[in-house]
């Protein structure tokens, strides 16, 4: 049987309550569940859970930005490009840099580090043209929000 769908994805961070009130608290995500055995917090998007934290200790080692590993994670944040101006404004509010923005033709991305330098992507989508077209996803534009 082939794999159906991405399940959820596990970040290590230094700082379980830093890196939960990024996720929580500036990005929304709600928190399914906390584990203070295994040092985990789980976040839910609808299903059980959709992204967790685990807690690795504040004298871990950063990730090579030059070496192999996850290069970042993505999160739809709405429908329209209003929807990501308005989850910008949320980022501004908060302090948190935008590391640069993208129009890929079918989306419209921020991208922004959480609080241990794990990169993520904040997008809308704009179109249905990778449809017909799959080789729109590898475009990258400018956009000025």
Not at 37 to 55: C, K, N, P, S, W
Not at 123 to 131: G, L, N
Request: hydrophobic residues 40%.
């Amino acid at each position: 049987m082939p794999v159906r769908f991405l399940g959820h994805a596990v970040l290590k961070v230094r700082n379980r309550g830093r890196a939960e009130a990024f996720y929580h608290d500036v990005l929304g995500l709600p928190v399914a569940a906390r584990s203070d055995e295994l040092r985990m917090t789980f976040f839910t998007l609808g299903r059980h859970h959709d992204l967790a934290i685990l807690e690795v200790g504040e004298d871990a080692p950063g990730a090579d930005p030059k070496g192999v590993g996850l290069f970042h994670v993505a999160f739809n944040v709405g429908d329209t490009l209003d929807d990501l101006r308005a989850m910008k404004a949320r980022l501004d509010a908060h302090g948190i840099t935008i590391q640069r923005t993208a129009d890929h033709k079918v989306s419209c991305s921020l991208y922004v580090n959480d609080p241990d330098g794990n990169g993520i992507e904040l997008y809308v989508d704009t179109s249905e043209a990778w449809r017909q077209d799959p080789s729109l996803v590898a475009s990258r534009l400018p956009l000025a929000l």
